[in-house]
C-alpha cells in the first residue's frame, strides 16, 4: 500500500503557527517529489508549495512566500509545512500529494502527482 497521511492541523489564532506533516508509508519518500495543496470552503483545490526529491528546490504560491516553509526529513519518510503568521484566509483542509515521475524540479499544479492524503483542517479564527 502506497500512503500518505497527513497531521499537525487544527484551530489556531491569526498570527500563530502550525506545522504539518506529510508521513509516507509502502514507499520510499526520496523518490518523490512533495506537494502542499489546500482546499477553502467554496474554492477550487490550490497549490501552496512543494520540494524535490532532496529538498534542494522549493516552490511557493504567492500568497504564503514569506510565511510558510517546506522542508523534508527522507531518514523519516516525512515531509514538513511549517506555517507562521497565520491568516484566516489560510483556513483550508491541506493535502500532500508525491509525485513519482522523474522532473528537474517541482510544481505546485496538481495534475502530476500520483499519490494524495486524506488531508488535515486547517482553521484560522479568532
Known amino acids: 500500500q502506497l500512503q500518505l497521511v497527513e497531521s499537525g492541523g487544527g484551530l489556531v489564532q491569526p498570527g500563530g503557527s502550525l506545522r504539518l506533516s506529510c508521513a509516507a508509508s509502502?514507499?520510499?519518500?526520496?523518490?518523490?517529489?512533495i506537494g502542499w495543496f489546500r482546499q477553502a470552503p467554496g474554492k477550487e483545490r490550490e497549490g501552496v508549495s512543494c520540494?524535490?526529491?532532496?529538498?534542494?528546490?522549493?516552490n511557493y504560491a504567492d500568497s504564503v512566500k514569506g510565511r510558510f516553509t517546506v522542508s523534508r526529513d527522507n531518514a523519516k519518510n516525512t515531509v514538513y509545512l511549517q506555517m507562521n503568521s497565520l491568516k484566516p484566509e489560510d483556513t483550508a483542509v491541506y493535502y500532500c500529494?508525491?509525485?513519482?515521475?522523474?522532473?528537474?524540479?517541482?510544481?505546485?499544479?496538481?495534475?502530476?502527482?500520483?499519490?494524495w492524503g486524506q488531508g488535515t483542517q486547517v482553521t484560522v479564527s479568532s
Open positions: 500529494a508525491a509525485e513519482r515521475r522523474y522532473r528537474l524540479n517541482c510544481t505546485v499544479v496538481a495534475t502530476p502527482y500520483d499519490y
Open positions: 520540494i524535490i526529491r532532496s529538498g534542494g528546490m522549493t
Open positions: 509502502g514507499f520510499t519518500l526520496d523518490l518523490y517529489h
